[in-house]
């Protein structure tokens, strides 16, 4: 439904980037009533000011791209909102949010200095300002979430978000031109500094983070996918930059484990996405006016259409959370209402020189968004974990709102104390480099297919049970020579003897909850496969069902194990591995997996407790860490090991 249009001065597509559509600017400033987007990307002493026609579509694969080739297929800006992941199947409250579509039809490109000096520079007056869920409200959903949720397996880390509120005196148009001002002079190291203005759709913003993007190379054609999670937030203290504190915080775990899980998290999605599973590039910083995170650089090749790209990589787990679908569900349950484009992404399609579409995608955060009756709204969000201190992350919500707040007014900007480069102190690069000393080098260069002797020709098939690390899995398993289907559990027969390994997989949740039909489903699925005698290996929570099934005990963790790694012994071999669990298989004192149990089993266990970290067993195994994690860094020698027993071993104690 088309739904407004801008006159067309200029031919559709992507014009010359050094010839300007004259006055298209000053006829926004002036108050022409258009729709626009003005966007600077990261460090570019240009800005691009655009206007068009705008659309509303239903899906993605709607956005009207034009026929691959076509000379006069335009570029498109995209505004997705959050309510889109229902296209993956995954819940969202639905506020009718529409996904809409900016049809360029007119561009202009302008130096920095000019549009700076063309923008309004008038405060935009804000009255009755507050945040949505108050300080002790939100430290009580802190608890509430950690308790209910982290607590009881449904995931590793779940983003949770508040707003402030308040209502403008001026129109949209003019609120956010100010604001991009204001964003532009005041706000440093954005990917996308931006202002967005359709019919009841208004916004500006100083986004930090790259979704996705897609780019051709023009020698090759090859096209390279990239994905930029960025997480661990370092607040720039008041009494200014010192190299010391931020070393310090380089070390703190949480901020540290924060950021590998969801590279874990966006390494599910570019196995999807890429045929070469993808390679961590990194870690670096992103260092902005009041804020500093840390981050790394994912890459891949694919072949994908853009916008098939963006279905299967929506949304950030650095603004959802881990893993990806069980994250939905929880911020349903938690946040108070809709997310609106929170969250979501700016997509920019621009026709490329193979006659086909480059993609750039930054996440929708750190950004104002006001409608026709000037409702104002600032969202912001903390990353949960399992050791999250309440206060600390009600103070990281109000941070990263605060970059946004100055530009609106709300809070005074601070006076720039002596400027810092944080990258380059004595001591940062070494100890960004040192997190990957930990990391499986697997994910840290090119892979390349090096076939395992028992495991290459085979065939093998992975039940997911609401867990995407069954990609990366996949990807591992192929990568050994293997022929690898993922199947997800809903859709899963009970008996699979058409392959040679069943690979039950992981998922949230309480392996004993019956009532839960993806639970049910499961150990219907490794019952059979057992009881066939038929090759099977179980990976997390399947680990705990076919414990279970073996006669073993499933208890709750006294603390959770959510993106923590571990150096285990398994079967006899130091191994540093990746747990993301709350419950656990026990061993008691005494048992004898030989004798005692539904049959003879192997155990890899942690001495001390009696916790349940592997299995081996005639046609078996079983391994509670994800191995396919990027937090197992001997993961990959792990899984050939215990996916070749499976096909061909027996249990030591037998």
Known sequence: MQISSAQQTSAPGTPDQGVAVSGLLQRIVGGEDVPFAIIRRQASATVDILSGDVVDVDRLADIPLGAEGDPERPEILTIVPYRQVRERGFAAIDDGAPLRCLIVREREVLPLEQVVASLPDAPVPLADGAFDVSDEEYADIVRTVIRDEIGR????????????????????????????????????????????????????????????????????????VTMNPISGTYRHPASGLTADAFRAFLDDVKETEELFMVVDEEMKMMSRVCSSGGRILGPFLAQMSRLTHTEY???????????????????????????????????????????????????????????????????????????????????????????????????????????????????????????????????????????????????????????????????????????????????????????????????????????????????????????????????????????????????????????????????????PRQGLQLEVDLFGEPTLIGFYNTFTARVDAGVDGGADLARPVEFALDAATGDVFATRGNGFASVQGHLESVLSRDGLLALESLASHALVGTAASV
Not at 154 to 173: D, H, K, L, T
Not at 349 to 369: C, H, K, M
Not at 448 to 460: D, E, I, K, Y
């Open 297 to 559: 650089l994912l890459a891949g090749t694919s072949d994908l259409d853009v916008r098939e790209v963006l279905r299967l990589t929506m949304f950030a787990p650095t603004v959802t959370g881990s893993p990806m679908q069980n994250a939905c569900s929880v911020i349903a349950r938690h946040e108070r209402g809709a997310r609106g484009y929170y969250s979501g992404v700016l997509a920019r399609f621009t026709p490329s020189a193979d006659g086909a579409y480059e993609l750039d995608a930054p996440i929708l955060i750190r950004t104002a968004y006001i409608d026709g009756e000037g409702q104002v709204r600032v969202p912001s969000g903390a990353t949960l974990v399992r050791h999250s201190d309440p206060v600390s992350e009600v103070a990281e919500t109000a941070a990263k709102a605060s970059g946004i707040l100055t530009a609106l007014g709300v809070i005074a900007s601070q006076p720039a104390g002596e400027a810092i480069e944080l990258a380059a102190q004595d001591g940062v690069a070494e100890a960004l480099n040192a997190r990957n000393a930990r990391l499986a080098q697997f994910w840290l260069q090119p892979q390349h297919p090096a076939p395992s002797g028992a495991l290459a020709g085979r065939t093998a098939r992975i039940i997911d049970a609401e867990d995407e690390f069954t990609a990366m899995l996949a990807h591992q398993l192929r990568h050994f020579g293997m022929s690898v289907d993922v199947v997800p559990w809903s859709a899963a027969a009970v008996e699979h003897n058409d392959v040679d390994l069943l690979v039950a997989g992981p998922g949230p949740g309480d392996p004993l909850d019956l009532a839960e039909p993806r639970i049910a489903r499961m150990q219907e699925i490794v019952a059979a496969r057992l009881g066939a005698g038929s090759p099977l290996l179980a990976v997390c929570l399947s680990h705990q069902v076919l414990a279970h099934q073996l006669g073993l005990p499933i208890v709750p963790l006294g603390a």
């Open 153 to 224: 397996g449904e995931g590793a880390n779940f983003v949770i978000r508040r707003e402030y509120r308040a209502v403008a005196g001026v129109q949209a148009s003019t609120a956010v031109l100010s604001w991009l001002r204001a964003l532009l002079v005041g706000e440093s190291g954005a990917y996308w500094t931006f202002a967005v203005h359709t019919p009841d759709v208004s916004m500006a913003g100083a986004t930090p983070e790259r979704h996705v993007g897609v780019a051709v190379d023009a020698d090759s054609g090859e096209r390279t």
